[in-house]
């Protein structure tokens, strides 16, 4: 960067370094920090020449107010010491305070009271009267420097200096003129698989970008091609690229020289206003070739004529291009980027893709490719929208295509633009049937089978123009042929040779699978090899599903079994389903196999059988009141509930819980006093209350007995048995 003069008090205040000197200059001569070149930039009138020095224009104040704003003036102290110093600092005063920041005052102020001739220069208090005054002069030219490229155009330099003599209070070297001159050289085309330069900075691990926030000629390298340019840790900025390198990926003209996009015309001259027309005809008018452009929005939920590869893709064919096409744009339109599919370029003399990657590059990126005699780019702008530019021309029909998922169901818009010689379109008038053998091949090795249709064309000499089928009814249609494709032989590969049958006839089953390496010595007939010969291939088994069709039957369970304890016939215990496999209807039994597996919630279920007894008696007989005798005269018998519980006195449990404590009497024997009419009287006074209150119905032995006459025993008594 700039050196300060203020850092220190005892630097030279009026001479550069080296480095200073050399980085003002890179900064004042760099297009990308300022709209045009600084010292190129000529000012619409031409300014007011001074032989007059600063300080003799300027006073003392003034020069502070320059320094310090308009409400600073020279510091009253530093006029009380002798005035030389101020050739060294200026003292301003702001206010009270006086500040100086190692500033000295303007060459040819006034600096000896007594002396009006004295001033200061260059930091020195001095006489201006014996000042020499020497102009600068540039010096002759030095060498040429090495070419920065091998091919495609690189950059020599040679420089002067203003050192013929110095300038030494006198002017400089006219900023006009230059100081540096750029020559192109070696400006041979590269070979078409050589990589590009700027890619060639940046490789092999990282790969050139263009953010929009840097300059034209800066390189910015990313370490990842699926990554937004957002992600800023992936990327890095080394400077300036070198010479010779092109300006950007849209325009293979211009070269960056020194940090600066510079013009290079088609005839490879720095500065040249020669251009290529879209034509690809260097200084033409475009008059010799005619462009096709055609938009296309395809929706996917009703295309059908696609190609199915074996990867996993489909391929939508748009466009055939004709040898000597020039100047290609295959570019993908919409506001919103859709990543499912890719842009694709294929050579339909080999069937193969001239550009294969396996997802978009980043934002701001581009990926040079070589096929059919020329160079491909593949770009995409700050949304990632894709674009393929080819300059041409071409050595072989390309064929422009979609690659996308094999499920994509979405709506696509792409563009294309290209340009053919006005030579190539003067097509005669000739129509017949051309073969096509750009189908599907049956197998990927092994010998397959192509299915070739022909189709009606119109002859241009060096392609051929699709025609509608009705202009080649002058011919017979030739029939559908077939041709074998795909010659090379297979490698060794897994086959299965035994399966046992199926554990389960539906719902999803396994079977034992056996699998041989072998190898196809003629079409259908194989050998078994080497297992080491397929250990890069994934052997099937020993296990494989089947019968995965769901199962017609269904499992019904008809009861479930008693509940088995583990120990002691007590606790937690396991009850299993007794179940059969019925129709779908639910009336018929049929076979198992139709049921498929039995579901997890039939296995088994945890069932609770009586608690187990502890060794701390915490169970007892509970005991409750004796009934009513079932006689009213006579013997008869009384009963008593007996329970077994807890300690608790609220879980009831079974009897045998309460073993082995003895098990208290349950029904015991009873007499009735037989009530006759003479001795069936109340003996108690309050009979009346008891059958106001329900006493004698509740049937109360009580009541009954010292309410007989109340409560009409002799009408309800029974007689006892005999």
């Known amino acids: 960067g700039i050196m300060a003069p203020s850092a220190m008090r005892n630097t030279n205040f009026f001479q550069w ?130 070419c920065s490229r091998t091919c495609g155009g690189g950059v020599s330099l040679r420089q002067r200096t203003c050192t013929n003599p110095r300038p030494h209070n006198g002017r400089r070297c006219p900023e006009m003129e230059k100081d540096e001159e750029a020559v192109l050289c070696k400006k041979q085309d590269c070979p078409l698989h050589t990589l590009d330069f700027r890619q060639h900075q940046c490789a092999p691990s990282h790969m050139a970008i263009y953010p929009p926030d840097r300059g034209p000629c800066d390189l910015v390298c990313s370490a990842d091609l699926t990554k937004h340019i957002d992600h800023r840790d992936d990327t890095r900025y080394l400077g300036t690229v070198e010479d010779g390198t092109f300006c950007n990926h849209s325009n293979g003209q211009d070269i960056c020289v020194g940090g600066n996009c510079l013009p290079i015309g088609c005839d490879k001259e720095l500065n040249s206003e020669l251009r290529y027309d879209n034509c690809m005809v260097c200084g033409g008018n475009g008059s010799t070739c005619t462009a096709i452009s055609e938009k296309i929005q395809i929706n996917m939920r009703r295309q059908r004529s696609r190609y199915d590869s074996s990867n996993g893709h489909v391929f939508e064919e748009l466009q055939d291009l004709p040898v000597g096409t020039v100047n290609i744009i295959f570019t993908e339109i919409g506001r919103k980027r859709d990543e499912d599919f890719l842009l694709e370029v294929a050579s339909l003399r080999t069937n193969s893709e001239l550009i294969a990657i396996p997802t978009r590059p980043l934002a701001n990126a581009c990926m040079w490719f ?92 060096v392609w051929f123009k699709p025609a509608k089928g009705s202009r080649c009814l002058s ?139 502890d060794a701390s008696g915490s169970t007892h007989w509970k005991i409750s009141h004796w009934s009513r005798c079932n006689v009213d005269c006579g013997r008869g018998h009384q009963t008593r509930r007996i329970t077994c519980m807890r300690r608790d006195g609220i879980t009831s449990l079974p009897e045998r819980a309460c073993k082995p404590q003895p098990r208290p009497v349950e029904i015991r024997v009873c007499f009735q006093e037989c009530i006759t009419e003479s001795t069936c009287r109340d003996r108690i006074p309050t009979c009346q209350q008891a059958l106001r209150a329900d006493r004698c119905a509740n049937g109360d032995n009580y009541w009954l007995e010292h309410c007989c006459e109340t409560c009409g025993r002799l009408k309800t008594m029974r007689q006892p048995p005999p």
């Open 17 to 146: 370094s080296t480095c200073s000197a050399e980085q003002l200059r890179n900064f004042l001569q760099t297009k990308r920090h300022r709209p045009k070149f600084c010292m190129l930039n000529c000012p619409r009138r031409s300014p007011e020449q001074h032989d007059i020095l600063p300080g003799r224009m300027y006073s003392l104040n003034q020069q502070c107010k320059m320094l310090r704003g308009n409400n600073s003036m020279f510091c009253t102290k530093q006029r009380q010491k002798p005035m030389q110093r101020v050739c060294r600092e200026l003292l301003c005063q702001h206010g009270t305070t006086c500040k100086g920041g190692y500033t000295p005052a303007a060459d040819g102020t006034p600096c000896d009271k007594k002396n009006s001739k004295k001033g200061c220069y260059r930091g020195v208090c001095q006489s201006l009267v014996s000042l020499p005054a020497v102009d600068g002069s540039w010096s002759s030219w030095g060498g040429w420097s090495q």
């Open 370 to 461: 070589v096929g059919a005699g020329t160079r491909l780019s593949l770009c995409t702008d700050k949304n990632r929208r894709q674009t393929i530019r080819i300059a041409g021309p071409l050595r072989e029909r390309v064929q422009l295509k979609l690659k996308m998922p094999r499920r994509l169901r979405k709506k696509i818009a792409v563009s294309y633009t290209y340009h053919v010689a006005n030579t190539l379109l003067e097509c005669r008038n000739r129509y017949l049937w051309k073969a096509d053998e750009s189908g599907p091949c049956s197998k990927t090795c092994g010998k397959g089978v192509q299915i070739v249709f022909h189709h009606c064309v119109q002859d241009c000499g």
């Open 475 to 613: 011919q017979p249609r030739p029939n559908v042929t077939f041709k074998l494709c795909s010659t090379h032989s297979c490698p060794p590969r897994w086959a299965v040779v035994e399966r046992t049958p199926c554990n389960v006839a539906c719902g999803g089953g396994w079977r034992n699978v056996t699998a041989l390496c072998v190898e196809m010595v003629s079409n259908n007939i194989n050998r078994t090899v080497s297992p080491y010969r397929c250990a890069q291939r994934g052997k099937p088994g020993p296990l494989e599903t089947c019968n995965t069709a769901p199962c017609a039957g269904a499992w019904v369970v008809d009861r479930w079994t008693e509940c088995q304890m583990q120990r002691g016939g007590c606790g937690q215990g396991n009850r299993t389903p007794v179940v059969r496999c019925t129709n779908d209807s639910g009336n018929r039994t049929i076979s198992e196999l139709y049921c498929g597996p039995l579901p997890t919630n039939l296995h088994s279920q945890v069932c609770q059988g009586p608690p187990c007894l």
